[in-house]
């Protein structure tokens, strides 16, 4: 099995910066992709910033130019640096990874426990 452990959430002023950590454990193959995900009271889960597979990333319209996703590969840890916050991207914060043993096989989705990141003055 796979485990996550997020890092480095808090309360931040409007226009403030904060980095979140995610440190992943476990069985994860080779084929592996890793991204962050956020839920604010009473809406859905929504993609913030995820790898795509092809070496790219996807990024939330509402996060570009403002949010960096990045990964340290040996440690199977990603990084999500948030400057310029605005009150509407506190939420709580889910790290995510899918990983697959081969092309052909099924991909195993796991998710980290959740950090809240608070932007308010």
């Known amino acids: 099995q796979v485990q996550l452990v997020e890092s480095g959430g808090g309360l931040v002023q409007p226009g403030g910066s904060l980095r979140l950590s995610c440190a992943a454990s476990g069985t994860i193959y080779r084929d592996n992709t890793m991204g962050w995900y956020r839920q604010a009271p009473g809406r859905e889960r929504e993609l913030v910033a995820a790898?795509?597979?092809?070496?790219?990333?996807n990024y939330a319209v509402s996060v570009n130019d403002r949010f960096t996703l990045s990964r340290e590969s040996a440690k199977n840890t990603i990084f999500l640096q948030m400057n310029s916050l605005k009150p509407d991207d506190t939420a709580v914060y889910y790290c995510n990874l899918v990983t697959r043993r081969h092309p052909f096989a099924v991909r195993e989705t796991y998710w980290g426990r959740g950090i809240q990141v608070t932007v308010s003055s």
């Open positions: 790898e795509t597979g092809d070496l790219k990333i």
